[in-house]
């Protein structure tokens, strides 16, 4: 594999390295050569379905070019194109506030869809249905996995995650047709949370994601899929370290509204809340 160097510009890597890869992958390489704004916003799937190739070619070209990844060398050409950088900077520090308050506006219209809302409906009315619920996160989604559970545990959703991927794979496993998986992932790549999804699929588990990428391999392998919400402009985020994970927690907002109200209007004792505060009343605090 060639050695990257990470000084060099993303478009003359692929094309110093053109004549060592095969054929379908200068497929590919043809393609983000030509359409390097487009690609910055194009997911794996996208790029595979617009060139004819496999999703496997995409992120094998990637690496055959030295890098670690497709999402490593995408990050590398939005830093190259310098999209949005200077603008970016400038606004924040003279309105740094006003700033994120105008990204966070924006990102909420982009989940706020009807398609969008009707499937966080379904994934609601699967999760009161089912027995158990497994929430699969890993990195640093696990947090916004921790609070799903946390919270839907408490409205009585018997409902677990956990930080290790050999327990996760283990309770994928122990699932059953009466169960329910949610898996939870910004970029729809994650090798551990397709791991977990395709098990599921072979025990025929319902499963739905939480992902910003609807066309990803993750959102092909699930019954309901959930957009997060995306700005065009998120990877550079994740270049300079300000990539937020703030849809996928308005995402567990939303669901835990739904379930609470579903609950409400079904007059249904929620005994977790109830025990919660009598444990609390018998400290008298």
Do not use: W
Not at 63 to 73: C, I, K, L, V
Not at 223 to 235: A, E, P, Q, R, V
Not at 238 to 244: A, D, T, V
């Amino acid at each position: 594999m060639t050695k990257l160097d990470k000084n060099e510009k993303v478009i003359d890597i692929f094309k110093n390295n053109y004549k060592n890869l095969f054929k379908a992958e200068k497929i590919v390489a043809d393609y983000i050569i030509n359409n390097p704004n487009k690609v910055t916003l194009m997911s794996v799937k996208e790029i595979a379905n617009e060139t004819k190739v496999s999703d496997a070619t995409v992120v094998r070209m990637c690496q055959h070019s030295g890098f670690d990844g497709f999402y490593q060398m995408k990050i590398l050409l939005l830093r190259d194109i310098g999209e949005g950088n200077q603008n970016d900077i400038a606004d924040f520090q003279d309105k740094p506030i006003e700033f994120f308050l105008n990204r966070k506006k924006s990102l909420i219209n982009t989940i706020n869809k009807e398609d969008n809302i009707n499937n966080i409906k379904k994934l609601v009315s699967k999760l009161l249905d089912s027995n158990i619920t497994l929430i699969a996160a890993t990195g640093n989604t696990l947090p916004v996995a921790l609070d799903l559970e946390f919270r839907l545990n408490r409205l009585g959703i018997k409902t677990f995650t956990t930080s290790t991927n050999e327990r996760l794979l283990n309770y994928t496993s122990n699932l059953n047709e009466h169960d329910f998986l949610i898996t939870i992932s910004k970029s729809g790549l994650s090798k551990n949370i397709l791991k977990v999804s395709d098990i599921a699929n072979n025990k025929n588990i319902k499963q739905a994601c939480i992902t910003s990428e609807i066309n990803s391999s993750l959102s092909e392998n699930s019954d309901i899929t959930i957009f997060s919400g995306k700005l065009y402009n998120d990877i550079n985020d994740s270049y300079n370290g300000l990539e937020s994970h703030i849809g996928e927690f308005i995402i567990n907002d939303i669901i835990i509204a739904f379930v609470a109200s579903t609950k409400h209007n079904k007059n249904q004792l929620l005994q977790s809340q109830q025990l919660e505060y009598e444990f609390f009343s018998s400290l008298k605090l």
